[in-house]
Nanobody, 123 residues
Framework: QVQLVESGGGLVQAGGSLRLSCAAS????????MAWFRQAPGKEREFVAG????????DYVDSVKGRFTISRDNAKNMMYLQMNSLKPEDTAVYYC????????????????WGQGTQVTVSS
C-alpha cells in the first residue's frame, strides 16, 4: 500500500555527518510505524532506529545512541535519520521500513521496505 524511497547516502570521512531521508507515497503515512535498518557486507540486516506513528517514542541500537537521531514529518510524508560523528563501522546499506501494526526490531515483521541507500565512512 505504501511505497518508500531512501536518499541522502554517500561517502563521508570519519567524524562527518549525513542526513538520510525516506519519502513515502501511496498510503496514509501518519498511521505507520517506521524504522531504519542497515546491512553491512557479510552481516545480517540490523535494526538502527525506530519511531512510532505519532513520533512520540523513538528507539536506537546502542551503537548509535547519542550520534543518530530519527525523526518524521507526517505533513510531508517524510522520515529522516540524522547521522553525526560517523564511524567506519557505520558503513552499510541503509533501508527504510514501515508497518501499520508492528513496532520493534525484528526485520521480518516490517511489511514495506525501500530499496536502500549506501553509506560509506572512510577512516
Amino acid at each position: 500500500q505504501v511505497q518508500l524511497v531512501e536518499s541522502g547516502g554517500g561517502l563521508v570521512q570519519a567524524g562527518g555527518s549525513l542526513r538520510l531521508s525516506c519519502a513515502a507515497s501511496g498510503g496514509t503515512f501518519s498511521t505507520y510505524h517506521m524504522a531504519w535498518f542497515r546491512q553491512a557486507p557479510g552481516k545480517e540486516r540490523e535494526f538502527v532506529a525506530g519511531i512510532i506513528w505519532t513520533g512520540g517514542r523513538t528507539d536506537y541500537v546502542d551503537s548509535v545512541k547519542g550520534r543518530f537521531t530519527i525523526s518524521r514529518d507526517n505533513a510531508k510524508n517524510m522520515m529522516y535519520l540524522q547521522m553525526n560523528s560517523l564511524k567506519p563501522e557505520d558503513t552499510a546499506v541503509y533501508y527504510c521500513a514501515a508497518s501499520r501494526s508492528y513496532y520493534g526490531t525484528t526485520t521480518e515483521r516490517y511489511a514495506y521496505w525501500g530499496q536502500g541507500t549506501q553509506v560509506t565512512v572512510s577512516s
